[in-house]
């Protein structure tokens, strides 16, 4: 064990530069790999279950509503919110209809609106019972739009998509751009790792003949090699965890959730899960190219 640490470390001190410049690599690409996954988590966050299962919104008459269908001063009536559940389970177009109570409602916003003041001037009797509609196809909803409208107890109908869809394209593609230029960094970072191995094990050729003349293993030959490498990608990831802690202290907490309180913005624990995936891929790409690298140097 002696003999593989203190090859390990003066395979370093030969290529310090070399292996600073994977580092380096290392950390820039996972970084942004890093962010990729969580610019997607954020997405699934602002989606919220709802986005997945709810194409339009049927809001129900509160004593505050001023539409035409709603009597001045009073709540849509059981029978009318029946007859307005069973007119829209009874279209063709429709797959599932989900209820949420002024309750729930509130429930909801005083989860979005935790830490904003505007949750202390609002209360339940403040917000609206609604149907939620989830179609079959959700380009077809104008007919389940037009059931519904003008019934009695129906303040109004939201396509919600027609709103969302043009946000979440657009988050979609930072995502996929981020994503896509950080594997296009791990594959230069997983090649200059291979080459800095190749160089060192280059220089070692002679060392490394000896050591299989006498018989030593396939194994031991490499572990040197394969400690250089794991080192470099591991300094690699802590730095890009730390970038991404950086990012979650300053962007999110102290500057986004405070001015943005209607979304829900990621937490440590995806931090702390994306770096956890992010160090895997470090090992990965330490050990494959390693282990390529040094094949050809393993024969007699």
């Not at 849509?76 to 599932?96: C, F, G, H, K, S």
């Not at 794991?230 to 962007?251: M, R």
């Not at 931090?271 to 494959?288: D, Q």
Request: aromatic share 8%; glycine share 4%; charged share 20%.
């Amino acid at each position: 064990m002696r003999h593989t640490l203190t090859e390990t470390l003066s395979g370093l001190r030969r290529n310090a530069s070399m292996t600073f410049a994977v580092v380096v690599t290392m950390w820039v690409s996972l970084a942004l790999f890093g962010i990729g996954l969580l610019a997607a988590q954020q997405v699934d966050l602002v989606k919220g279950r709802w986005y997945d299962k709810i194409e339009i919104s049927v809001f129900l008459c509160a004593p505050q509503s001023k539409a035409s269908t709603c009597e001045p001063g009073q709540s849509t009536t059981p029978a009318q919110r029946d007859a307005i559940e069973a007119t829209l389970r009874a279209n063709p177009e429709v797959a599932d209809v989900f209820y949420e109570s002024k309750e729930e409602a509130f429930a909801e916003f005083k989860e979005l609106f935790a830490d904003s003041p505007v949750l202390a001037t609002m209360s339940v009797d403040q917000m609206q019972d609604s149907f939620r509609v989830r179609l079959k196809d959700p380009t077809q909803y104008a007919g389940v739009v037009s059931a519904v409208s003008g019934m009695s107890g129906v303040e109004s109908v939201q396509d919600l998509h027609k709103y969302l869809d043009p946000l979440f394209a657009w988050l979609n593609l930072a995502r996929w751009a981020t994503i896509g230029a950080s594997v296009l960094l791990l594959l230069a970072a997983a090649l200059q790792i291979g080459n800095t191995i190749r160089m060192a094990a280059h220089s070692r050729r002679r060392e490394i003949g000896i050591m299989r003349l006498v018989g030593a293993s396939n194994w031991y030959i490499m572990l040197p090699f394969l400690l250089e490498s794991l080192l470099a990608a591991i300094g690699g990831a802590i730095l890009a965890c730390a970038t991404l802690a950086a990012l979650e202290q300053f962007v999110v907490i102290d500057k986004a959730k405070p001015q943005i309180t209607t979304v829900r913005w990621l937490e440590w624990s995806h931090v702390g899960s994306t770096c956890l995936v992010i160090t895997a891929v470090a090992v990965v790409l330490s050990i494959i190219p390693t282990l390529i690298a040094t094949r050809r140097f393993l024969r007699v």
